[in-house]
């Protein structure tokens, strides 16, 4: 522990502070009409043509999270994330075949409003003022509102529709779980040598990450 005062695990911390927004966030409307099988296909076909494009700017995203990772004095975390940049050119792939699957053409959909929004968010870890412990603070978050909001999908009791149980499992298996569990350590272990404005700094992150996947659901569901 340093100036900052922080206890193991933070992030359990702050996940408990703001239980309602991280709820918003992993059981929106849009994610639970997957699970209930009410979901409407056209929406679902926006989420997909929309999170490719912003799967293409987490990949730059998270390679400035690799390089501050790299920066570090003793650089423990680097196969971590480098295991996440390569299972996203998998999804990249994904991505594609899905699409085909679909009859989607991705080169022809351009960003909306809250996609843009979410790239100019992650566009802005680029700067070498933010600390690694902002930047793999809010690597973990991202992912973990997939994890959650997937993962839910394939709880028991769910209707998900069979042609979306793929989908779901991508984000919502225990290998991904394991992974996003393995990030939240990296995050807490980070915060808990970081000085006490660089956490106050991770924490506005994680709420940032919330509204932006509120945003990101209501963009799917609506295309607002
Ligand atoms: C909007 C969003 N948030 C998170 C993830 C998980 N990488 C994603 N694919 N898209």
């Known amino acids: 522990m340093d100036g900052g005062g922080v206890e193991a695990s933070t992030t359990a911390a702050w996940m408990e502070r703001h239980r309602q927004m991280y709820e918003r966030a992993t059981r929106h409307p849009f994610t639970v009409s997957i699970r209930d099988g009410t979901i409407d296909l056209s929406a679902f076909k926006r989420w997909l043509s929309q999170d490719y494009l912003f799967v293409r700017e987490f990949v730059a995203f998270v390679a400035s999270v ?11 975390d680097m196969e971590i994330i480098l ?3 390569a299972s996203l050119s998998d999804e990249l792939s994904w991505f594609k075949n899905e699409a085909v699957k679909w009859d989607i053409d991705l080169a022809s959909v351009p960003p909306l409003k809250s996609n843009l929004e ?14 690694y412990a902002v930047a793999v603070t809010t690597f973990w978050i991202i992912e973990t509102v997939y994890q959650d909001s997937f993962g839910f999908c394939i ?3 769910n209707k998900t529709p069979p042609e979306l149980r793929g989908t779901c499992q991508r984000w919502g298996s225990a290998e991904f779980k394991q992974y996003c569990q393995s990030l939240q350590r990296i995050a807490d272990r980070s915060l808990a040598n970081a000085p006490a404005d660089a956490v106050k700094s991770a924490e506005e992150a994680f709420v940032r990450v919330l509204e932006l996947e509120i945003g990101f659901w209501e963009m799917s569901a609506s295309q607002s």
Do not use: A, V
């Open 83 to 85: 295991g996440g940049i």
């Open 118 to 131: 979410y790239h100019r968010f992650l566009g802005s870890f680029t700067e070498p003022e933010i600390s």
């Open 155 to 157: 709880e028991e009791g």
């Open 66 to 76: 690799l390089l501050k990772c790299c920066k570090q004095k003793d650089n423990l």
